[in-house]
């Protein structure tokens, strides 16, 4: 006789909402440097090739590069998600002050260590819950592709404390969703034909100018990383 066992549904309910349930943002992060998951197997911390290929990295540097020295000042600018800072080391003697910023402390402590700079600070701070500091340009580069939605609408509310903001993301080519959500961590939204563009739903970020800065093309030749510069108000 077929008979129903409803502590069988129970333990099946229990593992489905466990398999759902995402962790903490910082626990994420912390993962991925702790177990090499973004590759790097012979360094303490590594952001994944995408931080360290020269053909992404070079072009990136060059663009930003002439946009800071394009000002009459040296600009205060604000790196919010450095990594592990080879992208941002190279873009320090162009600013008055560098305010790199990122979730996972020891990362953030081993940044202080390698890198030291008159002008350069490192603070540990969750994008997402914390204050961020004050500057004039906000870098913002392949960081909101790895957030969950909800994470991403807690770093938009302070972007207009800035005057620009530069933002770099990993995009399929040609129309797709913006910003199906995922689960903050190593992924990003490629998997799901999508990828994240702040002026859309659910963000709708409001700016003055949203110019492209550079597009550099993917390997798989289906996506692009795009770098956009807006005006904000």
């Known amino acids: 006789m077929l008979k129903f066992n409803p502590q069988n549904l129970s333990k099946k309910l229990k593992m489905t909402n466990r398999k ?4 903490p943002t ?7 440097y702790e177990q090499h998951l973004w590759g790097g197997k012979h360094t303490d911390f590594y952001s994944g090739e995408g931080s360290h290929r020269s053909d992404l990295v070079d072009p990136y540097i060059e663009a930003i590069k002439s946009f800071l020295t394009g000002f009459d000042t040296p600009p205060v600018v604000c790196d919010l998600g450095c990594g592990d800072f080879n992208v941002g080391s190279q873009l320090v003697e162009f600013t008055k002050k560098y305010i790199a910023v990122d979730i996972v402390d020891d990362l953030i402590r081993h940044n202080r260590q390698r890198f030291k700079e008159e ?3 490192f603070h540990q701070l969750d994008l997402a819950k914390d204050t961020l500091p004050a500057g004039d340009i906000a870098l913002l580069r392949q960081v909101l592709q790895h957030l ?9 509310k302070q972007l207009n404390n800035f005057k620009y903001v530069i933002l770099t993301e990993h995009l399929p080519l040609g129309s797709f969703t913006p910003n199906v959500d995922i689960i903050s961590g190593q992924g990003i939204r490629l998997k799901k034909k999508s990828g994240v563009d702040l002026l859309a739903p659910p963000f709708n970020l409001k700016v003055k100018t949203s110019t492209p800065l ?3 093309p993917s390997t798989d030749a289906k996506s692009e990383i795009l770098t956009s510069l807006y005006t904000m108000f």
């Open 20 to 23: 759902k349930q995402a962790w």
């Open 26 to 32: 910082k626990a994420a992060m912390t993962q991925i």
């Open 119 to 121: 002008q350069l600070e």
């Open 148 to 156: 969950a939605n909800k994470d991403i609408k807690g770093v938009t």
């Open 214 to 216: 550079l597009s550099l």
